[in-house]
């Protein structure tokens, strides 16, 4: 089924039910059902194809719904652009998507420049410029009736960009299969219930992010979505508590902050169905913490951009036990969804015994079709996906139940806050820097944040200038150069590196080094 035919139904099983409440008022499924029918046939109307790319650049709001699913019911593939990612990444990520159309809230109108002048058409949200289409009377323009397109189940739906790793941002290609597939598995594994009238999301974090992923399953099901401007604590509790808000999606760093509000506690959370988290793992203090002040009824889920979640869940029960018990569950991902498959394997792709640790690979209808662009085109990047199997890069093991435990990257990626950052970019970007002479990144275990992006550095010696000032020089430097979650949240400068064998930096030792310190 694609996900136009799942909207039209939508639309006229629950036309009177309230589909998404945001700052801006309520709208009916009704209401919005037309309003993606009219998105739909303008797009078209611009001479786009199927399969055609749409960029979709906005903060979390209603029209974000809007364009979501009218970009996949017109058989058009959507690339969100992530606001939180710098503009150069915006720029990389149209260059290998090849997009024709960019839909824009006008907050970004300045930043976008470069973006704007990559593509054909530039629909304006909230604002009117010279050489654009305003949203409003774009549509207004057009027939609210169904859309009817015939689709194929392995049509390309969107590409999901990684956080953009330097030169070669890698876009993952997403079928209506894949976002079908995730709609189901959502509903058995994570939700394990089918959403109605009585259920209401909460997208707390970006829509952009994790959150995104309940889009589908709670309007194919006619729930309600309420959509949070930006992640507020207080603002979340409130609609908990008085709007009827009860179920979310947060990353750890987003529930570390709930658990610091003041006077926290399970009564202002009775309402919630469900919190999930994703994106990082969740210290087990953290978790013990969660599951008293907040709610038991907590959801772990596992997944990457190349299979979208859920792969593996760690549910209400096993939360339960793994704090009455048995505490290696709470260091669990958990165990394969409905329909997905979950092998470790050797070097060799050889599937080890349970207990070894070897790499993780995934098969299943949540696997993506392959990269595109350039990334699509690199054979030392194609490889993730062979015979149907994606490798995923993440070391692991399963234990005798089958619960997966991850224990760690084959890279040196870090997961910060939720999201994946890649050392070798920040690296690149501060040793432009005349001042410094060499310097390695690394994630740092963090109670917060999950990882620390921590960047040491050694200075040319004949500087002039003092290292208070190179730390200034080189933090607004990394700031005028990339997202702000990338930035190091700890930066030193060290007298030398330890080296390996082969000369290198060894960021084993130095990693060694600062864990311990923080113990």
Known sequence: ???????????????????????????TYGQIGSRIFQLARGLKSLGLEVGDRVLDLQFNQTTYIETDLAISTAGLCRVALNYRLHPNDWVRITNDCGAKVLILDAKFWDESAPVRELVDHVILIHGEQDKTLPYEAFL?????????????????????????????????????????ASLANIVSDILRR??????????????????GLFVLPYFAYGAKQIILEKYDPEELIDVIENRGGNATALVPTMVARLLSVDGINSKRFSNLRMLGYAGAPMPPEQIRQCHEKITKNMVQYYGLVEAIPPVTVLNEADHALGLATQPELLTSAGTACV????????????????????????????????????????????KAVRDGWLHTGDLGRVDVDNRLYLVDRKGEMIISG??????????????EIPEVREVAVMGISDSEWGQRVTAMVTIDPNSKLSESLIKEKI?????????????????????????????????????????????
């Open 1 to 27: 089924m694609d996900v136009g035919t799942l909207v039209a139904r939508s639309m006229q099983k629950y036309r009177n039910r309230v589909a998404v409440e945001s700052q801006e008022g309520a709208i």
């Open 140 to 180: 207004a323009k057009q027939d609210s009736h169904k859309f009817s397109s015939a689709i194929s189940p392995d049509a390309l739906v969107s590409l999901n960009y990684s956080s953009g790793t330097t030169g070669n941002p890698k876009g993952a290609i997403r079928t209506h299969r894949n976002r079908t």
């Open 194 to 211: 089918t959403p109605d009238e009585s259920d209401s999301w909460i997208h707390a974090g970006p829509v952009t992010h994790t959150s």
């Open 339 to 382: 329909g997905v498959e979950i092998l470790i394997v050797d070097e060799q792709g050889r599937e080890v015994p349970a207990g070894e640790i070897g790499e993780v690979i995934t098969r299943g209808d949540h696997v993506m079709r392959g990269y595109y662009g350039a990334a699509g085109k690199d054979p030392t990047v194609t």
């Open 418 to 431: 939720g999201y994946n950052i890649y050392p070798r970019e920040i690296e690149d970007v501060i040793a």
């Open 475 to 519: 933090l607004e430097h990394c700031k005028s150069k990339m997202a702000s979650y990338k930035k190091p949240k700890d930066l030193r400068i060290v007298p030398e590196f330890p080296l390996n064998s082969t000369g290198k930096i060894s960021k084993k030792i130095l990693k060694q080094q600062l864990e311990t310190e923080g113990k």
